[in-house]
């Protein structure tokens, strides 16, 4: 089971991080992932992690905005997202396998058997 938190209502410009946390398995050398669904869109990918060489991969949206990391003590993955938009405006979703996703379909939803609820995310002025 994974547990995702931290998310809130921020003004454009600021930061807010996510945090996943799974129970009943230890996430180490999983390959995890950050998706978002925004009112009326479908959902998307913006951030991966492989478990198997610890690969970092972004959707160009936020590349150089967010950062996915782990803490594999805590067995949680975490989001940073720095310089929020309105657009970024969407529920936010964990993700994990114990696979590891070829590149081309890493930020896709198919990839990943573990998923927490969401947690809501609005920036906004």
């Known amino acids: 089971q994974l547990q995702a938190s931290g998310g809130g209502l921020v003004q454009p410009g600021r930061s807010l991080r996510l945090a996943c946390t799974a129970s009943g398995f230890t996430m180490n050398y999983y390959s995890v992932a950050w998706f978002r669904r925004a009112p009326g869109k479908e959902r998307e990918g913006v951030a991966a992690?492989?478990?198997?060489?610890?690969?970092?991969v972004y959707s160009n949206a936020v590349k150089g905005r967010f950062t996915i990391s782990r803490d594999n003590a805590k067995n949680t993955v975490y989001l940073q997202m720095n310089a929020l938009q309105p657009d970024d405006t969407a529920d936010y979703y964990c993700?994990?396998?114990?696979?590891?996703?070829?590149?081309?379909?890493?930020?896709?939803?198919?990839?990943?058997?573990?998923w927490g609820q969401g947690t809501q995310v609005t920036v906004s002025s």
């Open positions: 993700a994990a396998t114990s696979g590891n996703p070829i590149y081309s379909n890493i930020l896709q939803p198919g990839a990943y058997n573990h």
């Open positions: 992690r492989r478990g198997g060489d610890n690969k970092l």
